[in-house]
């Protein structure tokens, strides 16, 4: 017990480490980094005072949406907790379907009617939203002042707003299913592209189909395109990221090909599972789960769902590295949670501070059972796999990290990557002509 | 002002009566619509409140997008191969329930039965059919001891359509069932008993009397069909999301792409008034061609 607990402190101490450093891995939005140097503008304090004074107010209906589809249970539970404790605050709760929440957000957006609270990721999207007075800065919360400093770059805009706090510190790995392993006969974990390849080689001549992608949505660039980025690009130029936003950054490279190239090649030797193209993000998750396919690219915000599997689930970095190419971990934000400007700014505040400091972040983590994004979480509550903690313990060797692929890509060139994917797969497109379509989308979305 | 009145009266009340039709669809309708056309020549993101005129440029860059041609081919495809299916099955069904006496309304009622579930739901039931890991397709065709049949259905580039058409043609068939049958309604019994005496067959009587007597029904059927296919969304959004690729893209899925996932709201409402004019313009073209075969009182 006393083990298990120093290594969730490990953990939690690591989290605070690994936050420095995507702080300088880029992926802001704009320059002002520092959240506490924001300008004024920013919401009340929440913090504790607003725990304490929990009655004697007016009745408010708060509306709410989060992208949960992964931990609904946990997401109800929250939100009735926070309605016991503040009984004058009655919540309207929508769940957002996965890979849906701008498009969701944005109609609303353009008629000033966001949810009061709201789940957003990091990026240019939510950036926006803050930029035109949508979302609350937060810069000066309890929430914010619990947050880990590198997890808030990639939610502060181009004005120095914090506009959201990070669900938690986010990497990709691919869960393998050690039953199906065993089988196979495979004992040691590849460490680079051709080991892997090799273990999709005898797991494929084992019956066994290798490997989970869902390639219809934007699981395969939180997962392949990531990865592929961080290996490929950011380990041979470590400023891409910033030349992105300004504008400069060649997309097409055959460093950049060899993203959608290597996707091409587990496609053609059958180590995809069938319907790939068509798969979803919830239904790849089931199939992994239902023993249908070895290994499942995907990442640390699914632990508390694919460690829990009956089958003993197993997890490793993604060895997207070809032999003697230096491994480039993606560590970046998880999907966070940001507050509305309007008439019930107060109320969602306090909803926010629940789910950071108070009772709604343990059901939250504890479901997803994935890295907190709070400075202090108690050791005691927070429920971490100690398969996760070795792994992010193992990030530490890393010298360098890169961004999921929604921090920092233009959303013109983000709405086309799925799609590109697809042609490629396909065999509508090479590799090379993949990368010249996104360069051209690039440059047409930098145009103005 | 009283003489004007009495003269005027009728010509009042039917503008009373017109006017909160007119006021909803004005409100509705025709001003999103003038809306539209207005932000397709800005480049408007879909949040900023400050966006430019940009002329046509949006109208040159959705025309010159690699999609652009996939979706008028997917749309030609759509409308050459799921609107005459979709008619004649229809219609065949309509004439066979017609006939059939004891058991009609039963039938009716299993062939409606997609049509009141939302399009998202029949593109789920449709995900799931052709998932080909655990799908009950799949099981069938492994089942049937074929696994080599088990395909990809919604994720290949040369059967996505064909499994598109088809799950659209399972939701859509009902509805215009029963406007043929609406039509089978009105044709006189007289006709066929006689046709019968004549010893006219079944395909002779269909060909030649039940078509040409129901032609109203066929003009608002095909007219309805084509506008359907023109702007569907829901169902194929669901059930590919215009993948892989572009190869099941509609054009309201590239609108809806355009403005919630690149937010170029511009380009979004450029591809909208296109669609637009292409559906007006079909839509117009048909009605003057089969009005023209119908059989009227006179």
Known sequence: ?448 | MTRWYVRHRMTIAGAAFVLPALAVIALFFLYPAIQSFRLSVTDWNGISPDYRFVGLDNFREVIEAPQFKRMLSNTLFLIVLYVPVLNAIALLLAVVIYDVGRLANFYKVVLYLPNILSMVVVGVIWKVIYNPVFGPLAYLFEKLGKPDWVQDWIGQTATVMPALSLSIVWYAVGFYLLIYLGGLSTVPKEIYESAEMDGVGWRRQLLSLTLPMIAQSVTINVVLSIIGILTIFDLPFILTGGGPGFASQTMAISVYIYAFKSMQQGHAMALAVILTVITMIVALALLTALRRKEVTDE
């Not at chain 1, 004058?88 to 957000?105: G, H, M, R, W």
């Not at chain 1, 495979?186 to 066994?208: D, M, R, S, T, Y």
Request: charged share 20%; glycine share 8%; hydrophobic share 40%.
């Open chain 1, 1 to 448: 017990m006393a083990a298990k607990r120093s290594k969730t402190m490990a953990v939690v101490a690591m989290s605070g480490l690994l936050g420095t450093v995507l702080y300088g891995c880029g992926g802001n939005n704009g320059e002002n980094g520092n959240a506490a140097e924001s300008p004024s503008g920013s919401a009340p304090a929440s913090g504790a005072s607003a725990s304490q004074e929990p009655a004697k107010e007016e009745k408010v209906t708060l509306t709410v949406s989060l992208m949960s589809s992964d931990w609904i249970d946990a997401a109800q539970e929250i939100m009735d907790r926070f309605t016991e404790k503040y009984p004058n605050i009655k919540v309207d709760f929508s769940q957002v379907p996965n890979d849906t929440n701008a498009e969701y957000l944005q109609p609303k957006a353009a008629a000033n009617s966001l949810p009061d609270f709201m789940t957003i990721d990091g990026g240019t999207f939510g950036a926006q939203l803050a930029d035109n007075g949508l979302l609350v800065d937060l810069s000066d919360t309890a929430a914010a002042n619990n947050t880990i400093e590198g997890l808030k770059p990639v939610f502060t805009s181009s004005t120095g707003k914090l506009f959201g706090i990070a669900g938690g510190l986010s990497t990709t790995l691919i869960f393998y299913n050690k039953q199906l392993f065993e089988k196979a006969g495979i004992a040691e974990l590849p460490q680079n592209w051709e080991q892997f390849l090799a273990v999709c080689e005898k797991l494929k001549a084992a019956g066994i189909t290798p490997l989970i992608v869902a390639g219809a949505d934007g699981t395969v660039n939180n997962t392949v395109w990531s990865n592929g980025f961080a290996t490929n690009v950011i380990g041979k130029d470590p400023d891409a990221v910033k030349k992105i936003a300004e504008g400069t950054f060649n997309f097409n490279t055959p460093e950049y090909a060899d993203i959608y190239g290597k996707f091409k090649t587990l496609f053609d030797k059958d180590y995809l599972i069938k319907g790939v193209t068509s798969l979803q993000y919830s239904q790849a998750n089931d199939e992994f789960l239902q023993g249908k396919a070895a290994m499942s690219f995907s990442g640390v915000w699914l632990a508390g769902t694919m460690l829990s599997s009956d089958f003993g689930t197993g997890v490793m970095m993604p060895p997207w590295n070809v032999e003697g190419q230096e491994r480039v971990p993606v560590v970046a934000t998880e999907t966070g949670f940001a507050v509305a400007e309007g008439k019930h700014k107060d109320a969602a505040l306090k909803l926010l501070d629940f789910m950071i400091n108070d009772e709604g972040f343990y059901i939250y983590q504890n479901k997803k059972g994935n890295v907190p994004m709070t400075v202090n979480p108690d050791p005691a509550k927070v429920k971490i796999d100690p398969l996760v903690t070795s792994y992010i313990d193992d990030l530490k060797s890393y010298s360098k990290t890169g961004p999921l692929w929604f921090e920092f890509l233009p959303s013109e060139v983000q709405a086309t990557l799925v799609q590109t994917f697809q042609r490629v797969l396909t065999g509508e497109l090479t590799p090379e002509q993949a990368a010249e379509f996104t360069q051209t989308t690039y440059e047409q979305a930098m145009k103005k």
